[in-house]
């Protein structure tokens, strides 16, 4: 997290802002509390979408869209200001890592990780296709790993499927180069099942270190994704590294996950598997609840997420605004978030809306 700077808010609505924890094509995630202490992922974003009356449209419905998200991996929205002179919204704050940021400074994770990683963002991608909605940006840096198992976040581009607007009209990419599908790619279009081969991507990541098509530009992935065979070879027998093993892996990931990541990265989308199935293949007793139960983090990771929640705790509500600002209000909802996702030990899922942040 890094300090505000002379030029950035003190307080977005009822929260007061501590830092900042991301920032996105869309605009700047903040850490933010609550009068009564709740710990937020405050998402405002860019300035020059404010003034575009078509983005303000699209950003209300997508709140909407993200507020009927549920499930145990995904990430509710707490609050939201559409109307606020730049618009905002906020979700619960989850002390974790992204998947971008474990990968990078600890390496491939192991096989017994990696499954629960699979099987939780499955069942996830499952709770979002049953409400009718698209992700369409499932990439390693909208993962975060938190001790109560991983999190999908950021629903900013996610889409009913009925929808018929489109976010290119203000020259926002939908998508990430390397993740997105091929029909995405070639503009047909993104179904469930442009998510399903976006996980797969994530999961060859997450084994490997490495992104299943790689290239020196956007265009190059690009090209690669629509015509090119993913490189898994790296997948096959990979060693699962410390934490315990996987069913039938033998900490390793043998054939039966290579199989998997490929089927999901099949060209053809009706030939993926859906999320319902990878979720089945990868935790077939009990789902991923079962398994974040049996531990599902390696030491490493657990005490980097130990140490985040414990400054979290240290910081001062104080710090980083004044109680005398001014403040927008927020919008009222009729109703809950479906099905909120568990928060532990005062930790929750951080997204909706945009890039959100973990510790990473």
């Not at 808010?9 to 802002?17: A, I, S």
């Not at 009564?36 to 449209?57: N, Q, S």
Request: proline fraction near 8%; include cysteine; charged fraction near 20%.
């Amino acid at each position: 997290m890094r300090p505000l700077d002379v030029d950035e808010p003190t307080t977005v609505g009822p929260y007061r802002l501590l830092g900042r924890i991301g920032a996105g094509g869309m605009g700047r995630v903040y850490l933010g509390r609550s009068v009564g202490g709740r710990t937020v992922a405050v998402k405002i974003v860019h300035p020059h979408f404010a003034l575009d009356e078509e983005f303000r449209v699209r950003f209300r419905r997508e709140v909407e869209a993200a507020r009927r998200v549920g499930g145990a991996w995904t990430a509710p929205v707490l609050d939201a200001d559409p109307e606020a002179r730049v618009p905002w919204v906020a979700t619960a704050y989850a002390a974790g890592p992204s998947l971008t940021a474990a990968v990078t400074h600890g390496g491939p994770l192991p096989a017994h990780t990696v499954r629960v990683l699979g099987a939780g963002l499955a069942e996830a991608l499952t709770a979002v296709h049953e409400r009718g909605l698209v992700h369409r940006d499932v990439k390693p840096s909208n993962v975060l790993l938190t001790l109560d198992g991983p999190l999908l976040i950021d629903f900013g581009i996610a889409r009913a499927t009925d929808g018929t607007a489109s976010l290119t009209s203000t020259g926002v990419s939908i998508g990430s180069p390397g993740y997105m599908s091929p029909e995405q790619i070639l503009g047909k279009g993104a179904t469930g099942a442009a998510d399903v081969f976006s996980l797969g991507a994530v999961l060859a990541y997450a084994a490997t270190g490495e992104p299943p098509f790689s290239g020196d530009s956007s265009a190059a992935l690009l090209y690669k994704v629509v015509h090119e065979q993913p490189e898994l070879g790296r997948l096959e027998g990979t060693a699962g590294g410390d934490g315990p093993g996987g069913e039938g892996d033998e900490g390793g990931f043998g054939s039966g996950l290579r199989e998997l990541v490929a089927a999901c990265l099949s060209k053809d989308p009706g030939a993926r598997p859906t999320p319902a199935e990878v979720a089945r293949r990868l935790a077939p007793e009990g789902g991923a609840a079962r398994l974040v139960a049996d531990g599902w983090l390696p030491g490493a990771l657990v005490e980097q997420v130990s140490r985040s929640a414990v400054r979290l705790l240290n910081l001062e509500a104080g710090q980083g605004g004044s109680a005398d600002a001014p403040v927008s209000g927020p919008v009222d909802f009729s109703s809950p978030s479906v099905d909120g996702a568990p928060t532990g030990s005062g930790t929750g899922p951080a997204g909706g809306g945009g890039p959100a942040g973990g510790t990473g």
